[in-house]
């Protein structure tokens, strides 16, 4: 017999330093699920990609158990670390912070597929670039003929 799942808890978690200190405990402990041992593996699965901000989905069961789904990091954050950028523009249509190559987007996009809404790389790509415009970095470089 299947266990009955009762929720599902979504965080972002940096990558290999999960800890039992807000925002992960009180999260995990409203549910009953024990705190050190999703730590514990968090960190295990999450070791090479140390400081990385990653998203996580936890399925709960109703017998207090769990499993748990790490997914790619978020678009912003991927952007910010290849433009360079500290964080995004306060007026992304005045004031640019960076910049970034069509390369650079179609990396970002190929490695985000998974967890997007589209089924090509040029949708992705374009998701991408519309994220980068409104954080206020600059997509530099000939637009890709396939894009147009």
Avoid: H
Wanted: charged fraction near 25%.
């Amino acid at each position: 017999m299947a266990k009955e799942l009762t929720g599902f808890i979504k965080l972002q978690v940096k990558g290999g330093a999960a800890n039992p200190a807000p925002p992960i405990g009180p999260a995990l402990g409203s549910k009953g699920i024990n705190i050190m041992d999703f730590c514990k593996q968090f960190n295990a699965r999450t070791q090479d990609k140390a400081g990385k901000i990653l998203p996580v989905v936890i399925s709960v069961y109703s017998d207090k158990s769990f499993d748990f789904i790490i997914k790619t990091p978020p678009v912003a954050s991927q952007l910010l670390e290849a433009s360079k950028a500290a964080k995004g523009s306060a007026e992304s249509n005045r004031k640019k912070v960076g910049s970034v190559t069509w390369d650079q987007v179609r990396k970002i996009a190929e490695d985000k597929m998974q967890d997007m809404n589209c089924f090509k790389v040029s949708s992705a790509m374009k998701m991408v670039a519309g994220s980068a415009r409104s954080m206020g970095i600059t997509v530099s470089g000939e637009k890709p003929a396939d894009l147009v």
